[in-house]
């Protein structure tokens, strides 16, 4: 699934690798302009809960939001916006959701992450600590008892997340069953502000992949290449019965925990470390090194994609507020709510 903005024009008539890649690259910029507006959101005030921010991580969740296909399932975490996109979300639903309008799949309950679309196989978030994989572990088992082959379930994890007994519990359960599942590990280096090596003692977090005997694979997570490759080559393997697949991204996370969080905990080392790229601009110099865009083509794509989100956040802002008085404070697992709500 790809986002409507991007299903116009020229992009689509492109042969494949460039072409994948310059959807992927502007799904990333339109992910960062799109987090860059949620803050400047929340620093206005407009906000009634957190705002957690990806920059820095757009390439490695565009890779497995692209890497699906519909039908399968996808878990993002906090850090997914590009994702998000990839697969399929409409922008407006994460709009919506961060200004609590109640036309939004939230109805306004919730003020950043917790949405879904779970007809359409994107599921709610639960918590960004591992709680999400026994869910699409529960999706493939259904999956599997209705007869419905050939679908992959992916969800992320943060490496703070790794360390956790949702993480251990599911990892297992899925390498038992043969589950065709996805487990893609963003390794950016701090869990809040807990440095990797306060949270684990092996060398790798791909040494994880052995211990529940599943199949491992790591990458450099500030390289749209190279997590393009080795994500869709993941999701290959799940989907022809290789059984879980877990990749481990290494990359540093370029914003604080949330916004509240200015990240002066972060080594300075470590920004000026090759896992401390920018992968947006690592992409936009592999762009121009091919001749694939000009200065003048990349700053086109990223005025679309100001002009794309401003027109939403436009469009939220003059919808109602949530009305108390109308609230029927129904759980959000009632099925008109996940299943039947017209999200708009
Ligand atoms: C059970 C539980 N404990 C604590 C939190 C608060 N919390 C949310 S994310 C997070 C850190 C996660 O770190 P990591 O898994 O490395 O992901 P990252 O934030 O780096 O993407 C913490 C402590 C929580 N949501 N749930
Ligand atoms: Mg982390």
Redo the contacts with the bound molecule.
């Keep these: 699934m790809v986002h409507a903005l991007l299903d116009q024009g020229a992009v689509s008539e492109i042969p494949s690798i460039r072409g994948t890649y310059i959807r992927a690259y502007r799904l990333m910029v339109l992910a960062r302009v799109l987090d860059d507006k949620f803050a400047s959101l929340y620093r206005m005030g407009k906000v009634h809960g957190g705002v ?1 921010l990806a920059r820095g ?1 757009e390439a490695l969740s565009v890779s497995i939001g692209l890497a699906l296909k519909k039908g399968d399932v996808f878990a993002p ?3 997914d916006t590009a994702g998000r996109l990839a697969f399929g979300e409409p922008l407006i639903d994460g709009v919506r959701t961060c200004l609590g309008s109640p036309l939004g799949p939230m109805r306004g309950r919730d003020g950043n992450v917790h949405r879904g679309r779970p007809r359409d196989g994107l599921l709610a978030m639960i ?4 709680a999400m994989i026994s869910v699409v572990n529960g999706t493939l088992f259904a999956h599997r008892l209705k007869g419905i082959t050939g679908t992959v379930g992916a969800t992320c ?8 007994g949702a993480f251990h519990e599911a990892l297992n359960q899925a390498a038992v069953e043969k589950l065709p599942l996805v487990l893609i590990i ?7 502000s ?1 440095p990797t090596d306060r ?1 684990f003692a092996c060398r790798s977090l791909l040494d994880k992949a052995c211990g529940y005997g599943v199949t491992g694979d790591s990458v450099d997570g500030t390289d749209l290449s190279a997590c393009l490759r080795v994500t869709a080559e993941a999701v290959d393997r799940a989907r022809d019965g290789g059984g879980p697949q877990l990749v481990v991204a290494t990359l540093l ?1 370029l914003c604080g ?1 949330g916004e509240h969080d200015d990240a002066g905990y972060v080594e300075p080392k470590l920004r000026l470390a090759s896992l401390g790229r920018d992968c947006l601009k690592v992409a936009e110099a592999h762009l121009l090194e091919r001749e694939w865009a000009d200065a003048a083509l990349l700053a086109s794509w990223r005025d679309q994609a100001v002009q794309a989100v401003e027109e939403v956040v436009a469009t939220v802002q003059r919808e109602p507020a949530p009305d108390p008085y109308k609230e029927d404070w129904c759980a959000l697992a009632s099925k008109h709510l996940s299943e039947g709500h017209d999200h708009g």
């Design positions: 957690f991580q975490l906090i850090r918590s960004h600590l591992g994890l943060g490496d703070g997340g790794t360390s956790t963003a390794d950016n280096q701090y869990a809040y807990t949270q996370r925990h």
